[in-house]
């Protein structure tokens, strides 16, 4: 048990890296190869139907204001944000 | 000076998927807003530990996801357990075949256990690695895939669906055994 543990450990290091790779080459779906949530699973589709909604919501400035001021807080020199209108 | 705005470009970047995956866990529009608000305060406060050229949006994702916990862990909720008792209250409508609606699916989605409704929502959408999503969640691969495996059961069985004939229990649950425990 603790050995396939360890070995896990090890394959998720070597995987990581791979997995950066292919992060980095845009990788979009994970595990495509026979992807039990892909597209042709009802499970799989609503998932990302749910998922897609959410992400697609907009963005309240608040937290726009928020990283500003916390880059603010940093940079006190820090030209005022070129754009300060604000709707 | 050009890293602190790049990091912030990609932290404003990072926000919509940071948002869902936030109200996915947290299930509740003001908690999650405000753990995204606490997880951009501390992914600035732990700029420097993070590495360029690495994924930030799995970085940001940790970091959500142990505000969550550590949040409920605070209130005093015990964190589900995927094998506690909740599965027993677990018993829906089944839609009508095949007109599953999303609300059912929100619904049955919010039944899982916080451990099962991550793992599905990093691998089925949020388009993590099952190595990412394990280095998230800090747990090995093979618990995440057992996780999903589960979850997309539970969601099956809650909804109604079949399995579709393209995936048997098997293809996933194979591998997993015997690195469940961790």
Redesign the interface.
Known sequence: ?CA??AG??G??RT??T???A??AGG?????SR?D??GP?????R????????????A??D???D??RQ??DR??PVAVPASGSDRE | MDD??TF?QD??GA???L??FA??LAQNADKA?DL??ET??KA?DKQASFQPG??LKAWVFTILRNEFYSQMRKRGREVQDSDGALTARVAVHPGQH?A?D?GD??AA?EKLPEDQREA??L?????????????ICGC???TIKSR??RA?SR??EI?G?SG?A??GPD??SSQVM??N??
Not at chain 1, 40 to 44: D, K, L
Not at chain 2, 123 to 135: L, M, P, T, V
């Open positions: 048990m396939a543990k896990t450990a394959a998720v995987s990581m791979k997995a950066r292919a992060a990788l979009k779906r994970a595990g026979a039990p949530l042709n699973s009802e499970i799989g609503k998932l990302k139907q749910y998922y897609d909604d959410l992400v697609s919501e963005v309240p608040k937290f726009q928020l990283l916390l880059e940093e940079q | 602190r705005s912030k932290l404003l926000i919509p998927s948002r869902a109200m996915s807003d995204v608000q951009l305060v600035w690495t994924n095949g599953m999303l699916f929100r989605l599905i929502i691998i089925g959408a949020s388009g993590f690695s099952y190595e990412e999503a394990a280095e090995a691969v093979g999903v495996s997309r969601l099956q909804l669906v579709e393209d995936y293809a996933i015997g690195s425990a961790a």
